[in-house]
């Protein structure tokens, strides 16, 4: 069992950033692929960063060059830096840790971006 709790989401401006975590527990963080889900009203979730447990990663092509998912081992937590945010951005934001068929959630942080 994993536990996942996000944190770091809020109202900011277009344009502006903001840093989410997700600090996990429970089991052995650093055997999880981690990734960073998104669900805007009316919408279906979508992945917007995921990293593998060598670091790898990748990203929705919306997010390219904006987003950045890391993570630290060391403190069980992953990171979405979210950078030169837009409108289209806002939604829950999920924070997902999977390993062979078992994967688990988030509660989820609403991350708002006006215009």
């Known amino acids: 069992q994993v536990q996942l709790v996000e944190s770091g989401g809020g109202l900011v401006q277009a344009g502006g950033s903001l840093r989410l975590s997700c600090a996990a527990s429970?089991?052995?963080?650093?055997?999880?692929?981690m990734g960073w889900y998104r669900q805007a009203p009316g919408k279906q979730r979508e992945l917007v960063a995921v990293?593998?447990?060598?670091?790898?990663?990748k990203y929705l092509d919306s997010v390219k060059g904006r987003f950045t998912i890391s993570r630290d081992n060391a403190k069980n937590t992953v990171y979405l830096q979210m950078n030169s945010l837009k409108p289209e951005d806002s939604a829950v934001y999920y924070c997902?840790?999977?390993?062979?068929?078992?994967?688990?959630w988030g509660q989820g942080t609403q991350v708002t971006v006006s215009s």
């Open positions: 429970g089991s052995i963080f650093s055997i999880y692929t």
């Open positions: 990293i593998d447990t060598a670091g790898s990663t």
């Open positions: 997902n840790a999977e390993r062979g068929f078992k994967g688990y």
